[in-house]
C-alpha cells in the first residue's frame, strides 16, 4: 500500500476483537454473529417523574471558604497496598522477552480512514474501502457488534454530514445532515456520538450557541438515532442554558444499555433509553457561571451504581483566565438511593481538552486515576477515599484499564505510552498502546517505522509479573504516522 504524507496526517483505527483466543497460543475461531432485527420504535413516553418519591440527598456546593464536613470511609474488601504520597518514581522500560512462537489474530478486525476514505480490514485480509469522497476528518464510531460504523462524511468536521454503513459495505445512507441541524437553528452542531450498548442506536447531543458577547449561552438537546432505519427521535427539546466550551456530552449510558445519566440545571437524572423518567436528581451541583461545565459519570460495570464527579467551580471563564477547574468526586448506589462524598485529597482537576478527562475509573469501580492542579498523577481508591501520588509530571489520560482492574495505560501520550499497575510503580510499555485483548494481554506496534514501511506487524504483550511476554502476530496494519491515530479496542471475547 502506497505511503505518502497525506496517509501519515489523518489516521483512526478502531479494533474490534470477535471471540479473541482465551490462550496465547490457541489460534482463534471464527465464528458468525447471529443476525438479529432492528429494534423496533414505539412511541416516546412523556417526560414526567416516576411515583416514587426518592430518598432525600445531600446538596453539593462547590467550597467558597468553609470546611466541608466528610463522611468515614469503611473499606470494602482487600486492596493492594497503595504507593506512598511522597514517592516520586520515574518510570523504565518494562523488561521484555520475546516468544518463538506466533499469536494469532485472525478475528481482529480493523477500521481507519486513509487518503479520504473509511476502510474496513479483516485479520491479515486486504484492506475493503467502504465509502467514497473526501472523508478527511478521521472521526468515526463503531458499533459493539462491529456490524455498524458512524462517520462524518467531509473535509471538515464543522460542515460534515454524518452517514452510517454496514461493516460490508452495504446500506450507506445520510443520518445527521446539516439540512436537518438547520432545521432546530441555523448554526446548529452536533455535540458527542455515542452508541447504545448491543443495539445500533446512537445518542448525541446538539447544541446552538449564541455568538453575541453581552449574551453568551447554548441551546443544548438531546436525540436518539437509529443506524439501521435512519429514524431520530427526539429524547430533549433543546433548552437555553449558559454557555459551554469543550464538553458537551452531558449524559452517559450504563453498561447495560438500559439506562442513562443526564445533567442539566444544576442536577442529574437517571432516564431510560427511551427518555422516560427513573429517577429524579440523584445529586445536585451548583452551575458555574457564564460557562457550565457538565458533571463527568462513570458507570460501574454492572450498572448497579455510578461515579460523578462534579464540577467543584462558581464562576468560570475558561481555563486561561479562570485555571483548570476542580471536581468533587460522588458516589452513587440505586438500591440504597444515596449519594456519596468521595473525598480525594488533592481533588481531581480537568487538565486539558485535547487529550484528558477528569478521571478514569477502573471497570469494578474502585479506583481512579487524575491529574491534580500541580500537573501530577495521583491514583485514588473510590471505596475508603484515600488517594495516593503516583506521576510527578502530567501524562495524557484516558487510562485504559484491563478487565481485572489492575492495570492501565494510556494509549494518547505524546511522548511513551504508560504501563501502570495500581499496586506497583509504573513502567513504560514497549511500543505503541492498540488495546486489551484480556486482563493480562494487549496489542501494540513498535515504535520503530523509519525506514517508512508498507506494512507493520501488530505485536502481543502479556505482562507476567515484573516482566512482559511479546509475540509476533499473522495480522499487518499500513505504514502509518505516530501520533497521529487512536486505537480503540471493541467487541465482545
Known sequence: MKSNSKLRQYFWIVFVFLLVACGPLVPAQTVTPTATSAPAYTALPTFTPVAKTPTTLPTFTPDVGMPMALPTFSPLGSFPTLIP???????????????????????????????????????????????????????????????????????????????????????????????????????????????????????????????????????????????????????????????????????????????????????????????????????????STPIELYPRVFWLSDSSGLIAALPDVIEYHGAHYSGYPAYAVWQYMFNDDVATHIPFDPPPIWVSMDCNDVMSVSPNGNWGVYHTNDSQVYIGNLVDGSSHLYLPYMYCLPAHWSSDSIHFINGGNPDQPLLGTVDKSPAFAPGYFLGWIDAKRFIYIPYSSSPVQENIQILVGEIVGETLLTYKSNVSIPDIYPYSFTFTMLGGK
Open 85 to 287: 504520597r511522597t514517592a516520586t518514581f520515574v518510570p523504565v522500560p518494562i523488561p521484555v522477552t520475546t516468544s518463538p512462537k506466533i499469536f494469532p489474530l485472525d478475528n481482529l478486525r480493523m477500521f481507519y480512514i486513509m487518503d479520504g476514505n473509511l476502510y474496513v480490514q479483516g485479520g491479515n485480509n486486504s484492506p475493503k474501502r467502504l465509502s467514497s469522497g473526501e472523508d478527511l476528518y478521521p472521526v468515526f464510531f463503531v458499533s459493539d457488534d462491529g456490524k455498524k460504523i458512524v462517520f462524518y462524511h467531509g473535509k471538515r468536521k464543522d460542515d460534515a454530514d454524518i452517514f452510517s454503513i454496514n461493516a460490508d459495505g452495504s446500506h450507506e445512507q445520510e443520518l445527521i445532515t446539516r439540512d436537518w441541524l438547520t432545521t432546530l437553528g441555523t448554526g446548529t452542531e452536533t455535540g458527542e456520538l455515542v452508541f447504545v450498548p448491543n443495539t445500533h442506536q446512537i445518542f448525541f447531543n446538539t447544541y446552538l450557541c449564541s455568538k453575541d458577547y453581552f449574551s453568551l449561552g447554548c441551546a443544548v438537546g438531546l436525540y436518539l438515532a437509529d443506524t439501521d432505519t435512519g429514524e431520530i427521535k427526539e429524547i430533549m427539546p433543546p433548552s437555553l442554558g449558559h454557555e459551554v466550551i469543550g464538553q458537551y456530552e452531558n449524559f452517559s449510558i450504563s453498561p447495560d444499555g438500559k439506562l442513562m445519566s443526564f445533567a442539566h440545571e444544576g442536577q442529574i437524572d437517571i432516564l431510560s433509553v427511551d427518555g422516560k423518567v427513573i429517577q429524579r436528581n440523584i445529586m445536585k451541583y451548583t452551575r
